[in-house]
DNA sequence: TTTATAATCAACTGATCTATTGATTGAATT
DNA sequence: AATTCAATCAATAGATCAGTTGATTATAAA
Protein backbone atom coordinates (compact mmCIF):
# COMPACT_ATOMS: atom_id res chain seq x y z
CA UNK A 1 0.00 0.00 0.00
CA UNK A 2 2.62 2.57 1.48
CA UNK A 3 1.10 5.83 0.53
CA UNK A 4 3.40 9.30 -0.23
CA UNK A 5 2.55 12.45 1.93
CA UNK A 6 0.15 13.54 -0.87
CA UNK A 7 -1.98 10.39 -1.22
CA UNK A 8 -2.57 10.51 2.69
CA UNK A 9 -2.95 14.05 2.95
CA UNK A 10 -5.61 13.78 -0.35
CA UNK A 11 -7.02 10.60 1.28
CA UNK A 12 -7.87 12.51 4.16
CA UNK A 13 -9.26 15.87 1.60
CA UNK A 14 -11.28 12.87 0.08
CA UNK A 15 -12.69 12.05 4.09
CA UNK A 16 -13.84 14.97 3.55
CA UNK A 17 -15.66 15.61 0.74
CA UNK A 18 -17.44 12.42 1.16
CA UNK A 19 -18.83 13.52 4.30
CA UNK A 20 -20.27 15.85 2.40
CA UNK A 21 -21.60 13.38 0.03
CA UNK A 22 -25.08 12.55 1.18
CA UNK A 23 -28.12 15.06 1.30
CA UNK A 24 -29.25 13.52 4.50
CA UNK A 25 -25.82 14.99 5.58
CA UNK A 26 -26.26 18.59 3.69
CA UNK A 27 -29.55 19.04 5.24
CA UNK A 28 -28.13 18.63 8.50
CA UNK A 29 -25.42 21.04 8.19
CA UNK A 30 -28.20 23.64 6.82
CA UNK A 31 -29.72 23.23 9.60
CA UNK A 32 -26.90 23.50 12.36
CA UNK A 33 -26.26 26.52 10.01
CA UNK A 34 -29.02 28.10 11.91
CA UNK A 35 -27.73 27.10 15.31
CA UNK A 36 -26.74 24.56 17.53
CA UNK A 37 -28.87 21.71 18.03
CA UNK A 38 -29.68 18.49 19.91
CA UNK A 39 -29.77 15.34 17.85
CA UNK A 40 -33.50 14.67 18.66
CA UNK A 41 -34.43 18.45 16.98
CA UNK A 42 -32.20 17.70 14.36
CA UNK A 43 -33.33 13.83 13.07
CA UNK A 44 -37.12 15.26 13.63
CA UNK A 45 -36.30 18.47 11.55
CA UNK A 46 -34.58 16.24 8.35
CA UNK A 47 -36.93 13.37 8.87
CA UNK A 48 -34.64 10.69 10.16
CA UNK A 49 -34.75 8.24 12.94
CA UNK A 50 -32.64 9.01 15.98
CA UNK A 51 -30.41 6.45 15.59
CA UNK A 52 -29.48 7.52 11.84
CA UNK A 53 -29.64 10.64 12.31
CA UNK A 54 -26.88 10.29 15.30
CA UNK A 55 -24.56 8.44 12.95
CA UNK A 56 -24.46 10.62 10.53
CA UNK A 57 -23.62 13.46 12.78
CA UNK A 58 -20.90 11.80 13.85
CA UNK A 59 -19.68 10.91 10.43
CA UNK A 60 -19.38 14.53 9.86
CA UNK A 61 -17.78 14.89 13.53
CA UNK A 62 -14.97 12.98 11.93
CA UNK A 63 -14.73 15.12 9.46
CA UNK A 64 -13.86 18.08 11.18
CA UNK A 65 -17.29 19.78 9.86
CA UNK A 66 -19.34 19.79 13.21
CA UNK A 67 -18.63 19.91 17.03
CA UNK A 68 -21.05 18.50 19.76
CA UNK A 69 -21.09 19.42 23.70
CA UNK A 70 -23.29 17.71 26.03
CA UNK A 71 -25.28 19.26 28.18
CA UNK A 72 -27.11 17.15 31.25
CA UNK A 73 -28.40 14.21 28.67
CA UNK A 74 -28.58 16.29 25.65
CA UNK A 75 -25.92 16.39 23.09
CA UNK A 76 -25.57 19.33 21.11
CA UNK A 77 -24.13 19.59 17.61
CA UNK A 78 -22.83 22.81 15.75
CA UNK A 79 -21.16 23.34 12.90
CA UNK A 80 -17.02 23.19 13.63
CA UNK A 81 -16.44 26.99 12.74
CA UNK A 82 -17.90 29.39 9.67
CA UNK A 83 -15.80 27.99 7.01
CA UNK A 84 -17.49 25.00 6.89
CA UNK A 85 -20.66 27.68 5.42
CA UNK A 86 -17.60 28.48 3.20
CA UNK A 87 -16.89 25.49 1.74
CA UNK A 88 -20.96 24.46 1.15
CA UNK A 89 -21.26 27.65 -0.39
CA UNK A 90 -18.16 26.38 -3.32
CA UNK A 91 -20.07 23.41 -3.65
CA UNK A 92 -23.43 25.19 -4.39
CA UNK A 93 -21.45 27.24 -6.82
CA UNK A 94 -19.64 24.96 -8.85
CA UNK A 95 -22.99 22.78 -8.75
CA UNK A 96 -24.82 25.08 -9.81
CA UNK A 97 -22.26 26.49 -12.86
CA UNK A 98 -22.36 23.06 -14.21
CA UNK A 99 -24.97 20.38 -13.39
CA UNK A 100 -27.63 20.63 -16.35
CA UNK A 101 -29.86 18.58 -13.36
CA UNK A 102 -29.75 21.05 -10.80
CA UNK A 103 -30.57 23.85 -13.72
CA UNK A 104 -33.58 21.83 -14.38
CA UNK A 105 -34.68 21.51 -10.29
CA UNK A 106 -34.43 25.47 -10.14
CA UNK A 107 -36.31 26.22 -13.34
CA UNK A 108 -39.23 23.77 -12.73
CA UNK A 109 -39.74 24.62 -9.16
CA UNK A 110 -37.85 27.86 -7.89
CA UNK A 111 -38.18 30.07 -11.07
CA UNK A 112 -41.90 29.77 -11.48
CA UNK A 113 -42.11 31.07 -7.98
CA UNK A 114 -39.97 33.97 -8.08
CA UNK A 115 -39.26 35.28 -11.59
CA UNK A 116 -37.09 38.91 -9.70
CA UNK A 117 -33.63 38.51 -9.46
CA UNK A 118 -32.76 38.22 -5.75
CA UNK A 119 -31.39 40.42 -2.95
CA UNK A 120 -27.43 40.35 -2.47
CA UNK A 121 -26.07 41.10 1.00
CA UNK A 122 -24.79 44.37 -0.03
CA UNK A 123 -27.99 45.54 -1.73
CA UNK A 124 -29.95 44.24 1.39
CA UNK A 125 -27.14 46.51 3.28
CA UNK A 126 -27.75 49.50 1.32
CA UNK A 127 -31.28 49.31 1.04
CA UNK A 128 -31.66 49.31 5.29
CA UNK A 129 -29.53 52.23 5.13
CA UNK A 130 -31.60 54.06 3.51
CA UNK A 131 -34.29 53.17 5.39
CA UNK A 132 -36.53 51.76 2.45
CA UNK A 133 -37.09 48.26 3.26
CA UNK A 134 -39.03 45.12 5.71
CA UNK A 135 -36.46 42.85 5.76
CA UNK A 136 -38.48 39.41 6.86
CA UNK A 137 -37.27 36.56 8.35
CA UNK A 138 -39.54 33.53 7.77
CA UNK A 139 -38.15 31.09 9.46
CA UNK A 140 -39.49 29.11 12.90
CA UNK A 141 -39.45 31.30 15.56
CA UNK A 142 -36.94 29.21 17.48
CA UNK A 143 -34.34 30.01 14.83
CA UNK A 144 -35.11 33.47 14.43
CA UNK A 145 -34.04 33.62 18.23
CA UNK A 146 -30.67 32.43 17.85
CA UNK A 147 -29.78 34.33 15.19
CA UNK A 148 -31.36 37.12 12.30
CA UNK A 149 -30.26 39.75 10.71
CA UNK A 150 -30.77 43.06 12.58
CA UNK A 151 -33.66 44.90 12.32
CA UNK A 152 -35.36 41.84 10.77
CA UNK A 153 -39.47 41.01 11.19
CA UNK A 154 -39.93 37.74 12.52
CA UNK A 155 -42.97 35.94 10.76
CA UNK A 156 -42.94 32.22 10.26
CA UNK A 157 -44.11 31.11 6.84
CA UNK A 158 -47.30 29.23 8.35
CA UNK A 159 -48.40 32.54 9.96
CA UNK A 160 -47.73 34.84 7.14
CA UNK A 161 -51.14 35.39 6.08
CA UNK A 162 -52.78 36.20 9.45
CA UNK A 163 -49.98 38.64 10.25
CA UNK A 164 -49.94 40.55 6.90
CA UNK A 165 -51.24 43.49 9.11
CA UNK A 166 -47.89 43.63 10.63
CA UNK A 167 -46.31 44.49 7.64
CA UNK A 168 -45.83 48.33 5.69
CA UNK A 169 -48.15 47.42 2.65
CA UNK A 170 -45.53 50.62 1.04
CA UNK A 171 -42.36 49.74 1.84
CA UNK A 172 -40.77 46.42 0.20
CA UNK A 173 -39.78 43.36 1.93
CA UNK A 174 -36.84 41.64 1.55
CA UNK A 175 -37.38 37.88 2.77
CA UNK A 176 -34.69 35.42 3.72
CA UNK A 177 -34.40 31.65 5.60
CA UNK A 178 -32.07 28.97 5.99
CA UNK A 179 -30.04 29.23 2.30
CA UNK A 180 -30.29 29.46 -1.09
CA UNK A 181 -32.85 26.76 -1.64
CA UNK A 182 -34.69 26.89 1.22
CA UNK A 183 -38.07 27.12 -0.26
CA UNK A 184 -39.82 29.19 2.64
CA UNK A 185 -38.45 32.75 0.88
CA UNK A 186 -39.81 31.58 -1.88
CA UNK A 187 -43.13 31.19 -0.51
CA UNK A 188 -43.16 33.86 1.38
CA UNK A 189 -42.37 36.16 -1.16
CA UNK A 190 -44.93 34.39 -4.14
CA UNK A 191 -47.53 34.99 -0.92
CA UNK A 192 -46.68 38.60 -0.87
CA UNK A 193 -46.71 39.13 -4.48
CA UNK A 194 -49.88 37.68 -4.79
CA UNK A 195 -51.01 40.20 -2.45
CA UNK A 196 -50.02 42.81 -4.46
CA UNK A 197 -46.74 43.85 -2.40
CA UNK A 198 -43.56 44.84 -3.59
CA UNK A 199 -41.47 41.34 -2.56
CA UNK A 200 -38.10 40.20 -3.25
CA UNK A 201 -35.78 37.25 -1.33
CA UNK A 202 -32.31 37.67 -0.33
CA UNK A 203 -30.03 35.37 -2.46
CA UNK A 204 -29.04 32.89 0.21
CA UNK A 205 -29.89 32.78 4.16
CA UNK A 206 -28.71 33.11 7.74
CA UNK A 207 -25.81 31.28 7.44
CA UNK A 208 -23.82 32.93 4.68
CA UNK A 209 -24.63 35.98 6.29
CA UNK A 210 -23.01 34.91 9.46
CA UNK A 211 -19.97 33.43 8.09
CA UNK A 212 -19.53 36.24 6.08
CA UNK A 213 -18.79 38.31 8.83
CA UNK A 214 -21.69 40.31 8.78
CA UNK A 215 -23.74 41.72 12.44
CA UNK A 216 -26.27 39.25 13.89
CA UNK A 217 -28.63 39.86 16.61
CA UNK A 218 -30.08 37.32 18.73
CA UNK A 219 -33.24 37.26 21.01
CA UNK A 220 -31.77 35.49 24.39
CA UNK B 1 -39.52 8.36 -1.70
CA UNK B 2 -41.52 11.76 -3.46
CA UNK B 3 -38.44 14.80 -2.62
CA UNK B 4 -39.34 17.77 -2.13
CA UNK B 5 -37.08 20.13 -4.48
CA UNK B 6 -35.02 21.03 -2.09
CA UNK B 7 -33.96 17.45 -1.49
CA UNK B 8 -33.63 16.76 -5.27
CA UNK B 9 -31.21 19.95 -5.24
CA UNK B 10 -28.98 18.44 -2.02
CA UNK B 11 -29.05 15.13 -3.51
CA UNK B 12 -27.00 16.91 -6.69
CA UNK B 13 -24.82 18.63 -4.47
CA UNK B 14 -23.76 15.65 -2.56
CA UNK B 15 -23.33 13.97 -5.70
CA UNK B 16 -20.51 16.53 -6.46
CA UNK B 17 -18.87 16.36 -3.20
CA UNK B 18 -19.03 12.41 -3.46
CA UNK B 19 -16.77 12.86 -7.18
CA UNK B 20 -14.71 14.45 -4.71
CA UNK B 21 -14.33 11.97 -2.47
CA UNK B 22 -11.80 9.78 -3.88
CA UNK B 23 -7.85 10.30 -3.53
CA UNK B 24 -7.42 9.21 -7.01
CA UNK B 25 -9.86 11.45 -8.26
CA UNK B 26 -8.37 14.31 -6.49
CA UNK B 27 -5.12 13.24 -7.63
CA UNK B 28 -6.14 13.25 -11.35
CA UNK B 29 -8.06 16.94 -10.81
CA UNK B 30 -4.51 18.22 -9.52
CA UNK B 31 -2.82 17.07 -12.40
CA UNK B 32 -5.55 18.49 -14.96
CA UNK B 33 -5.24 21.49 -13.25
CA UNK B 34 -2.14 22.06 -14.77
CA UNK B 35 -3.70 21.47 -18.00
CA UNK B 36 -5.58 19.01 -20.46
CA UNK B 37 -4.56 15.69 -20.64
CA UNK B 38 -5.22 12.34 -22.01
CA UNK B 39 -6.57 9.63 -20.49
CA UNK B 40 -3.25 7.35 -20.96
CA UNK B 41 -0.64 10.25 -19.30
CA UNK B 42 -3.04 10.43 -16.34
CA UNK B 43 -3.35 7.12 -15.81
CA UNK B 44 0.31 7.02 -15.78
CA UNK B 45 0.77 9.83 -13.84
CA UNK B 46 -1.53 8.94 -11.05
CA UNK B 47 -0.75 5.35 -11.47
CA UNK B 48 -3.27 3.56 -11.75
CA UNK B 49 -5.03 1.05 -14.70
CA UNK B 50 -6.39 2.74 -17.89
CA UNK B 51 -9.97 1.10 -17.16
CA UNK B 52 -9.59 2.80 -13.63
CA UNK B 53 -8.60 5.87 -14.57
CA UNK B 54 -11.60 5.84 -16.99
CA UNK B 55 -14.07 4.95 -15.17
CA UNK B 56 -13.06 7.74 -12.43
CA UNK B 57 -12.92 10.11 -14.92
CA UNK B 58 -16.36 9.53 -15.60
CA UNK B 59 -17.62 9.85 -12.49
CA UNK B 60 -15.96 13.59 -12.57
CA UNK B 61 -17.35 14.02 -15.72
CA UNK B 62 -20.78 13.59 -14.51
CA UNK B 63 -20.25 15.36 -12.08
CA UNK B 64 -19.58 18.44 -13.97
CA UNK B 65 -16.10 18.73 -12.74
CA UNK B 66 -14.07 17.88 -16.03
CA UNK B 67 -15.42 18.13 -19.92
CA UNK B 68 -13.26 16.42 -22.16
CA UNK B 69 -12.89 16.42 -26.07
CA UNK B 70 -11.64 14.01 -28.70
CA UNK B 71 -8.99 14.23 -31.19
CA UNK B 72 -8.54 11.32 -33.38
CA UNK B 73 -8.09 8.64 -31.44
CA UNK B 74 -6.93 10.73 -27.90
CA UNK B 75 -9.65 11.88 -25.38
CA UNK B 76 -8.26 14.59 -23.70
CA UNK B 77 -9.80 15.44 -20.38
CA UNK B 78 -9.68 19.38 -19.03
CA UNK B 79 -11.37 20.90 -15.94
CA UNK B 80 -14.52 21.79 -16.43
CA UNK B 81 -13.37 25.59 -15.20
CA UNK B 82 -11.49 27.90 -13.02
CA UNK B 83 -13.90 26.93 -10.35
CA UNK B 84 -12.89 23.59 -9.98
CA UNK B 85 -9.85 24.89 -8.45
CA UNK B 86 -11.81 26.89 -6.11
CA UNK B 87 -13.52 24.61 -4.84
CA UNK B 88 -10.43 22.39 -4.25
CA UNK B 89 -9.03 25.27 -2.30
CA UNK B 90 -12.13 25.75 -0.05
CA UNK B 91 -11.77 21.73 0.46
CA UNK B 92 -8.07 22.01 1.17
CA UNK B 93 -8.62 25.24 3.35
CA UNK B 94 -11.74 23.27 5.54
CA UNK B 95 -9.74 20.00 5.96
CA UNK B 96 -6.41 22.01 7.05
CA UNK B 97 -8.45 23.69 9.52
CA UNK B 98 -10.44 20.96 11.33
CA UNK B 99 -8.52 17.61 10.68
CA UNK B 100 -5.88 16.82 13.25
CA UNK B 101 -4.67 13.94 11.01
CA UNK B 102 -4.06 16.86 7.95
CA UNK B 103 -1.60 18.97 10.33
CA UNK B 104 -0.09 15.49 11.66
CA UNK B 105 1.25 14.58 8.02
CA UNK B 106 2.06 18.32 7.14
CA UNK B 107 4.34 18.08 10.12
CA UNK B 108 5.61 14.98 10.06
CA UNK B 109 7.05 15.06 6.32
CA UNK B 110 6.38 18.72 5.06
CA UNK B 111 7.56 21.25 8.30
CA UNK B 112 10.60 19.12 8.43
CA UNK B 113 11.58 20.28 5.02
CA UNK B 114 10.69 23.92 4.79
CA UNK B 115 10.49 25.49 7.81
CA UNK B 116 10.07 29.03 6.46
CA UNK B 117 6.83 30.39 5.80
CA UNK B 118 6.01 30.29 2.67
CA UNK B 119 5.27 33.36 -0.47
CA UNK B 120 1.97 33.92 -0.89
CA UNK B 121 0.84 34.94 -4.15
CA UNK B 122 0.91 38.75 -3.46
CA UNK B 123 4.21 38.52 -2.16
CA UNK B 124 5.43 36.44 -5.36
CA UNK B 125 4.08 39.04 -7.35
CA UNK B 126 5.67 42.62 -5.43
CA UNK B 127 9.35 40.77 -5.45
CA UNK B 128 9.44 39.59 -8.95
CA UNK B 129 8.56 43.51 -9.98
CA UNK B 130 11.47 44.84 -7.86
CA UNK B 131 13.62 42.37 -9.81
CA UNK B 132 14.66 40.80 -6.76
CA UNK B 133 13.57 37.16 -6.82
CA UNK B 134 13.91 34.04 -9.59
CA UNK B 135 10.52 32.22 -10.02
CA UNK B 136 11.81 28.77 -10.69
CA UNK B 137 9.01 25.63 -11.85
CA UNK B 138 10.06 22.61 -11.44
CA UNK B 139 7.47 20.70 -12.92
CA UNK B 140 8.02 18.69 -15.46
CA UNK B 141 9.01 20.28 -18.80
CA UNK B 142 5.66 19.48 -21.05
CA UNK B 143 3.42 20.82 -17.48
CA UNK B 144 5.36 23.67 -17.75
CA UNK B 145 4.84 24.33 -21.24
CA UNK B 146 1.46 24.21 -21.18
CA UNK B 147 1.25 26.94 -18.98
CA UNK B 148 3.31 28.64 -16.36
CA UNK B 149 4.07 31.76 -14.30
CA UNK B 150 5.25 34.71 -16.11
CA UNK B 151 9.02 34.57 -16.26
CA UNK B 152 9.41 31.64 -14.28
CA UNK B 153 12.68 29.15 -14.73
CA UNK B 154 12.15 25.77 -15.53
CA UNK B 155 14.29 23.24 -14.09
CA UNK B 156 12.35 20.13 -13.22
CA UNK B 157 13.20 18.74 -9.69
CA UNK B 158 15.16 15.92 -11.15
CA UNK B 159 17.48 17.96 -13.14
CA UNK B 160 17.91 20.38 -10.43
CA UNK B 161 21.78 19.23 -8.68
CA UNK B 162 22.93 19.59 -12.79
CA UNK B 163 21.40 22.57 -13.50
CA UNK B 164 22.09 24.79 -10.64
CA UNK B 165 24.94 27.00 -12.33
CA UNK B 166 21.40 28.36 -14.62
CA UNK B 167 20.60 29.89 -11.13
CA UNK B 168 22.23 33.13 -9.94
CA UNK B 169 22.86 32.52 -6.35
CA UNK B 170 22.58 36.17 -4.55
CA UNK B 171 18.55 35.89 -5.72
CA UNK B 172 16.05 34.31 -3.67
CA UNK B 173 14.83 31.78 -5.30
CA UNK B 174 10.72 30.99 -5.22
CA UNK B 175 9.82 27.85 -6.29
CA UNK B 176 6.36 26.46 -6.62
CA UNK B 177 4.69 23.22 -8.75
CA UNK B 178 1.57 21.32 -8.85
CA UNK B 179 -0.01 22.68 -5.71
CA UNK B 180 0.19 23.24 -1.93
CA UNK B 181 0.44 19.20 -1.30
CA UNK B 182 3.26 19.05 -4.73
CA UNK B 183 6.05 17.67 -3.41
CA UNK B 184 8.52 18.91 -5.81
CA UNK B 185 8.57 22.35 -4.63
CA UNK B 186 9.79 20.91 -0.63
CA UNK B 187 12.17 19.02 -2.28
CA UNK B 188 13.34 21.75 -4.34
CA UNK B 189 13.71 24.21 -1.62
CA UNK B 190 15.26 21.61 0.55
CA UNK B 191 17.78 20.81 -2.15
CA UNK B 192 18.67 24.61 -2.72
CA UNK B 193 18.70 25.24 1.13
CA UNK B 194 21.26 22.59 1.21
CA UNK B 195 23.95 24.61 -0.79
CA UNK B 196 23.49 27.55 1.00
CA UNK B 197 21.19 29.42 -1.12
CA UNK B 198 18.21 31.35 -0.60
CA UNK B 199 14.78 30.04 -1.10
CA UNK B 200 10.99 29.62 -0.16
CA UNK B 201 8.10 28.02 -1.75
CA UNK B 202 5.29 29.76 -3.15
CA UNK B 203 2.10 28.41 -0.77
CA UNK B 204 0.14 26.77 -3.76
CA UNK B 205 0.70 26.07 -6.80
CA UNK B 206 -0.18 26.81 -10.87
CA UNK B 207 -3.49 25.71 -10.61
CA UNK B 208 -4.60 28.32 -7.92
CA UNK B 209 -2.20 31.03 -9.78
CA UNK B 210 -4.54 30.20 -12.55
CA UNK B 211 -8.08 30.40 -11.08
CA UNK B 212 -6.97 33.31 -9.23
CA UNK B 213 -7.08 35.26 -12.57
CA UNK B 214 -3.02 36.27 -12.67
CA UNK B 215 -1.68 35.87 -15.86
CA UNK B 216 -0.39 33.09 -17.62
CA UNK B 217 2.56 32.37 -20.49
CA UNK B 218 2.66 29.05 -22.50
CA UNK B 219 5.66 27.71 -24.52
CA UNK B 220 3.84 27.18 -27.70
C1' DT C 1 -9.88 -4.63 -45.58
C1' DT C 2 -6.86 -5.60 -42.06
C1' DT C 3 -4.26 -4.05 -38.14
C1' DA C 4 -3.12 -1.26 -34.26
C1' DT C 5 -4.14 1.92 -30.65
C1' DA C 6 -7.00 4.83 -27.34
C1' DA C 7 -10.63 4.58 -24.62
C1' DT C 8 -14.92 2.80 -23.04
C1' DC C 9 -18.13 -0.79 -21.71
C1' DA C 10 -19.70 -5.02 -19.23
C1' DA C 11 -19.35 -8.25 -15.78
C1' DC C 12 -17.70 -9.64 -11.61
C1' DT C 13 -15.53 -9.81 -6.69
C1' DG C 14 -14.66 -7.69 -2.54
C1' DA C 15 -15.15 -3.63 0.13
C1' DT C 16 -17.69 0.22 1.98
C1' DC C 17 -21.99 2.74 2.94
C1' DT C 18 -26.96 3.26 4.49
C1' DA C 19 -30.75 2.47 7.37
C1' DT C 20 -33.06 -0.38 10.63
C1' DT C 21 -33.36 -2.92 14.85
C1' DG C 22 -32.53 -3.75 19.51
C1' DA C 23 -29.21 -3.39 23.27
C1' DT C 24 -26.27 -0.28 26.00
C1' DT C 25 -24.36 3.92 28.14
C1' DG C 26 -24.68 8.32 30.69
C1' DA C 27 -27.09 11.65 33.23
C1' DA C 28 -31.05 13.34 35.63
C1' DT C 29 -35.19 12.17 38.39
C1' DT C 30 -37.96 9.51 41.69
C1' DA D 1 -31.43 1.73 43.90
C1' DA D 2 -34.86 1.96 40.25
C1' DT D 3 -36.67 4.63 36.48
C1' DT D 4 -36.61 7.57 32.56
C1' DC D 5 -34.84 9.76 28.66
C1' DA D 6 -31.16 11.23 25.17
C1' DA D 7 -27.91 9.46 22.51
C1' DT D 8 -24.69 6.04 21.03
C1' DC D 9 -23.24 1.40 19.91
C1' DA D 10 -23.57 -3.21 17.62
C1' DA D 11 -25.29 -6.25 14.34
C1' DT D 12 -27.45 -6.87 10.16
C1' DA D 13 -29.30 -6.87 5.23
C1' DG D 14 -29.43 -4.39 1.05
C1' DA D 15 -27.34 -1.02 -1.89
C1' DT D 16 -23.58 1.26 -3.92
C1' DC D 17 -18.63 1.70 -4.99
C1' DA D 18 -13.70 0.26 -6.40
C1' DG D 19 -10.69 -2.18 -9.19
C1' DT D 20 -9.69 -6.09 -12.30
C1' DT D 21 -10.42 -8.66 -16.49
C1' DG D 22 -11.74 -9.26 -21.05
C1' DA D 23 -14.69 -7.72 -24.84
C1' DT D 24 -16.14 -3.78 -27.72
C1' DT D 25 -16.18 0.75 -30.13
C1' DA D 26 -13.94 4.54 -32.63
C1' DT D 27 -10.28 6.33 -35.16
C1' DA D 28 -6.03 6.21 -37.84
C1' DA D 29 -2.57 3.80 -40.33
C1' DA D 30 -0.86 -0.16 -43.24
Redesign the interface.
Known sequence: MSM???????????????A????H???LL?HLGQGERGVDALAARVGLSLANASQHLQQLRR???VANRRDGKFIYYRL??D??T??LT??????E??????DR??R???ADRDSFEPVSREDLLERVASGLVTVLDVRPQDEFGQGHLPGAVNIPLGELQDRLAELDPDREVIAYCRGA???FAFEAVAALRAQGRPARRLVDGFPEWKAAGLPVATSF
Chains 1, 2 share one sequence.
Not at 20 to 23: K, V
Not at 90 to 95: D, F, I, T, V
Open positions: GPKQAILAEFAGVARLGHARLEEAGLADGVDLALRRQSRNLAEVIRGYFYCV
